[in-house]
């Protein structure tokens, strides 16, 4: 009985690894029809971009000082947040260095190989190499469609980071922050992050940068009453 429990598991692990890469190829398909859409959003709003830049900066000077630190982040229209903070002094000091940095000319704080943007490369590359090792499979033979379709997710995993930093630089972000300036620093409030539980573990230790941009397409939002003022 023992040696037949483990011949069906034998053979649902070979089946399932035989399987992986085709599953992983399909649910990577999907992304061409979200991600696309998504990056166009992105690169119309230069506000996000510019505070997405910003947020990568501070999270790089966090971790200047600590290399390895758990630390993350996303950005927002009027800011972004810092997720594995342990004191609001230590984000605001690091924002407002980062800041001076970036207006000084280091471009490079702007991008980073752990972004979001990374999974967003890596599920593009798949999903493109995937349709490719079909068509080219169908091509050569039927034979050489899934010997491709794995060699299209090792590329894609191999290259996510340089397409990564590509979009980065130019779609995700904009390190040109000259008319911004670091307003105030706040704890996250359970409800900006996730709803329940989870969102209040969360926020215990995420911290909320605010940003101010001063250039014509700025949308600045007042403390208070949140009045919309262009």
Same mark, same amino acid.
């Given at each position: 009985?023992?040696?037949? %429990?483990?011949?069906?598991v034998a053979v649902f692990?070979?089946?399932?690894?035989?399987?992986?890469?085709i599953i992983?190829?399909?649910?990577? %398909?999907?992304?061409?029809f979200v991600y696309?859409?998504?990056?166009?959003? %992105?690169?119309?709003?230069?506000?996000?971009r510019r505070n997405h830049a910003l947020e990568h900066a501070t999270i790089a000077t966090m971790l200047e000082k600590e290399p390895g630190r758990p630390l993350s982040g996303f950005s927002t229209d009027d800011g972004f947040f810092v997720q594995g903070a342990r004191s609001l002094d230590e984000v605001d000091a690091a924002a407002r260095a980062a800041?001076?940095?970036?207006?000084?000319?280091?471009?490079?704080?702007?991008?980073?190989?752990n972004c979001?943007?990374?999974i967003v490369a890596s599920n593009l590359l798949a999903a493109v190499f995937f349709l490719a090792a079909?068509?080219?499979g169908l091509y050569l033979g039927g034979w050489w469609i899934y010997g491709l379709i794995v060699s299209g997710i090792v590329l894609a995993f191999a290259l996510r980071?340089?397409?990564s930093l590509f979009l980065q630089r130019f779609v995700t972000t904009d390190a040109n922050l000259n008319d911004a300036e670091v307003g105030w620093v706040e704890p996250a409030r359970p409800e900006d992050l996730r709803s329940g539980l989870l969102g209040m573990l969360l926020a215990a230790s995420t911290v909320r940068v605010r940003v101010f941009h001063t250039d014509p397409d700025a949308v600045e939002v007042l403390r208070g009453d949140e009045t919309v003022v262009r």
């Open positions: 009985m023992a040696v037949l %429990v483990a011949f069906v692990l070979v089946f399932f690894l035989f399987l992986l890469p992983l190829s399909l649910r990577a %398909v999907g992304s061409l696309p859409g998504q990056l166009r959003t %992105v690169f119309g709003n230069r506000i996000l800041l001076a940095r970036l207006k000084g000319g280091e471009r490079s704080l702007a991008v980073h190989r979001g943007t990374t079909v068509a080219l980071v340089p397409l």
